[in-house]
């Protein structure tokens, strides 16, 4: 089992920054990848940005450039990723989503994190 918690949203104007933190807390030694999904009113939820254990990153078109995911870190008993947003625009209001995927294919994730960009 993996515990997944997700901070860091807030409301900021166009063209600010946030950082979105992701910790997942239990059997953290089965983890392939952690990453970023996004989902904004009557929309799907979309991949924002993922990184796996091995360091390889995968990002939507949407935020290459100004998002940047950090490796996972690993302190005691927690795994923590970081997303660095950056220019951010309005269209990329949404709820944040952490997913942590272990290697027997599992996933679990985050309550979300609401980031509004707005002046």
């Known amino acids: 089992q993996v515990q997944v918690v997700d901070s860091g949203g807030g409301l900021v104007q166009p063209g600010g920054s946030l950082r979105l933190s992701c910790e997942a807390s239990?059997?953290?030694?089965?983890?392939?990848?952690m990453g970023w999904y996004r989902q904004a009113p009557g929309k799907q939820r979309d991949l924002v940005a993922t990184?796996?254990?091995?360091?390889?990153?995968?990002?939507?078109d949407s935020v290459k450039g100004r998002f940047t995911i950090s490796t996972i870190s690993r302190d005691n008993a927690k795994n923590t990723v970081y997303l660095q947003m950056n220019s951010l625009k309005p269209e990329d209001t949404a709820v944040y989503y952490c997913?942590?995927?272990?290697?027997?294919?599992?996933?679990?994730w985050g309550q979300g994190t609401q980031v509004t960009v707005s002046s």
């Open positions: 239990g059997s953290i030694n089965s983890i392939y990848h």
């Open positions: 997913k942590t995927v272990v290697f027997q294919g599992r996933e679990y």
């Open positions: 990184i796996t254990t091995y360091g390889s990153t995968n990002y939507a």
